[in-house]
């Protein structure tokens, strides 16, 4: 959390840089590290700096490989090769400084590295040193002090926002060996603290993460790892609702054609009792008309055949309305008439 509050800061201060353009005029005592930030401030804006007689040059170097404040394709000014540096001012490149010599704030690469730098070097990037050089107290020297060795420290307090408002974040640096802390009261190189052991300041614990509760805490840095179980839950939990969906609507489905099936079931039964009465109701008619002994029957018998009632019947008809008059066969069904009725049709 708090590196992102600095680099937020850091941009804020960017943009509260200088406003005289190139040639204007500057007051080099203007020149300043801004109080909380500690960012470089001058007169002059983004791409000039404040020159020795009181004007604003275009910048001579970047220290960045993206510098802020220039327009996309803009020229930038050069990046200084290996064994040089571009100060905060960025006039112009510069051999790196001796140890013992002067430096700014924070700039461990402007100090010449040691012989053994490899060795030294910080790959944590805890930004502890650079190169196994380190600036502190604006002073270079090398981070070679091992453990009960006396050693340098500096802490700077930054001015920090978080969701509680304004804080105090003190940044601790040391030049003891990477895996060793100075500790600011014995001011003594001490070995980094392991998970669990009480602590003070981030910088004692080895994980890089001192909580409110003052042990050390795990390094945030690291992502999380989650048990095998979690996996096999997770994976449980998505193939058994995919399969479970499935089968409700599988069960479900089959629910509605047993429904729908029955409700045919019921038409057809109802229609082949319709139908069996109209045979019988036909049978009697013909019998009755029969039973007449001079009666002209031609006429009728159109009346009571069974084509046109077949035909006015077939509208309503579903499929199986035909079905069933094509297949006369099953006389077994034909002769059962239903009992139910409710009216669905
Ligand atoms: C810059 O300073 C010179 C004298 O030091 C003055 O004559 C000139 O007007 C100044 N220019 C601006 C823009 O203030
Ligand atoms: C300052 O120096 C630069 C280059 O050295 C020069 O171009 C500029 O005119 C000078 N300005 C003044 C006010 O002397
Ligand atoms: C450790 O670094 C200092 C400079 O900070 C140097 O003078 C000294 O010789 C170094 N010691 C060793 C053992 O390299």
């Known amino acids: 959390m708090l590196p992102l509050t600095l680099v937020f800061l850091s941009c804020w201060a960017l943009v509260d840089a200088g406003s005289v353009s190139k040639g204007g005029n500057c007051t080099q005592a203007d020149s300043r590290l801004q109080i909380g930030t500690y960012q470089f401030f001058d007169d002059c804006d983004s791409v000039t700096y404040c020159a020795s007689n009181g004007t604003c040059l275009l910048k001579g170097c970047r220290k960045d490989e993206f510098p802020f404040g220039y327009a996309t394709g803009a020229t930038l000014p050069p990046l200084c090769p290996s064994g040089q540096f571009c100060p905060d001012e960025a006039d112009v490149c510069q051999a790196q400084l001796t140890v013992g010599s002067p430096c700014q704030l924070n700039r461990d690469d402007e100090c010449e590295p040691p012989p053994n730098a490899a060795e030294l070097a910080d790959t944590t990037n805890r930004g502890l040193n650079v190169d196994g050089a380190v600036c502190l107290n604006n002073v270079c020297m090398w981070a070679n002090k091992t453990s009960g060795e006396s050693c340098t420290v500096e802490n700077t307090a930054y001015i920090a926002y978080g969701a509680t408002g304004e804080f105090i974040d003190i940044v601790s640096r040391g030049n003891c060996v990477v895996g060793l802390y100075c500790d600011s009261s014995a001011l003594q190189c001490m070995a980094e603290k392991d998970l669990g052991a009480s602590c003070t300041a981030d910088k004692e614990c080895s994980s890089w993460n001192c909580l409110a509760s003052g042990v050390c805490g795990v390094d945030t840095t690291i992502p999380k790892h989650v048990g095998t179980w979690v996996y096999v839950v997770v994976a449980i939990g998505i193939f058994g609702g995919i399969f479970g969906t499935l089968f409700g609507l599988f069960i479900l489905h089959r629910r509605q054609r047993d429904q ?52 006015h019947a077939a509208p309503k008809s579903s499929g199986l309305r035909n079905y069933l008059a094509d297949d006369s066969s099953d006389e077994g069904m034909m002769m059962q008439p239903s009992t139910r009725d409710d009216g669905r049709f």
């Open 260 to 311: 729908e099936r029955e409700k045919r079931m019921q038409y057809w039964r109802e229609q082949n009792a319709f139908h069996q009465n109209l045979l019988q109701m036909r049978q009697t008619a013909r019998a009755s008309i029969l039973s007449f002994p001079n009666n002209g029957n031609s006429a009728r018998s159109t009346m009571y055949d069974e084509a046109p009632i077949m035909q």
